[in-house]
Structure formats: structure tokens, C-alpha cells
């Protein structure tokens, strides 16, 4: 059964650093486009980074500069760097990744998401 797992989440004093990783597991041929969302309480889910396979990224905003998206083809795996964390920053990290998991099967998943809190 394929899925993303998201590890590294947690409670970090403003102005902190934590590390993101997400793991594709199961019968994966490749990875294409994989990114970070985030879902704060009370509001919708936003796009937080996201990067082609050719390494190729996009971020918000409100991350430019303080968050870095990184992946590892070869492991199916994507890292966030995220630096100089804002109280602003706490909520639910989730990632999401279009595989390959077979000739022509193509989908997109979604990680259960992980918690990151931001408070002094």
C-alpha cells in the first residue's frame, strides 16, 4: 500500500528551527511534483512549498526566505527546512506527492499531516 508519512513536527520557541520529512513508501515507480500544505485551525488548507521532480520550487509568501523544500528522488523522500518560526507558522504540516505506481497509474496522495506549534 503506498503512503507519505510526515515526521518532525513539534513544539519550538518562536524564532526556532524544525526539520520536516516526508517518506513515499510502498510500490513506487517514481515521484513527480511533491509539496507542503498547511491547515491552521479555523482556516483552509494553503500551499506552503512545493517542487518538481528537476528540483524546481515554489514557495508562499509568507515563507520566502525563512523555509526551504528539499527531496531526495532516489529515497522518495522531501524535506521543509523551516528557520525563524513565527507564531503564525502553528498548524497542521501536511505533505503531498503525485506517484507512479505502476505503467500508466498515476495518483495523488496525501500524508496524515503533522503538528507544528509555535509558542513561547
Known amino acids: 500500500q503506498v503512503q507519505l508519512v510526515e515526521s518532525g513536527g513539534g513544539l519550538v520557541q518562536p524564532g526556532g528551527s524544525l526539520t520536516l520529512s516526508c517518506a513515499a513508501s510502498?510500490?513506487?515507480?517514481?515521484?513527480?511534483?511533491m509539496g507542503w500544505y498547511r491547515q491552521a485551525r479555523g482556516k483552509q488548507r494553503e500551499l506552503v512549498a512545493n517542487?518538481?521532480?528537476?528540483?524546481?520550487?515554489n514557495y508562499a509568501d509568507s515563507v520566502k526566505g525563512r523555509f526551504t523544500i528539499s527531496r531526495d528522488n532516489a529515497a522518495n523522500t522531501m524535506y521543509l527546512q523551516m528557520n525563524s518560526l513565527k507564531p503564525e507558522d502553528t498548524a497542521v504540516y501536511y505533505c503531498?506527492?503525485?506517484?507512479?505506481?505502476?505503467?500508466?497509474?498515476?495518483?495523488?496522495?496525501w500524508g496524515q499531516g503533522t503538528q507544528v506549534t509555535v509558542s513561547s
Open positions: 503531498n506527492a503525485d506517484l507512479r505506481t505502476g505503467l500508466l497509474t498515476f495518483r495523488n496522495y
Open positions: 517542487s518538481t521532480r528537476g528540483g524546481s520550487t
Open positions: 510502498g510500490s513506487i515507480v517514481s515521484t513527480y511534483a
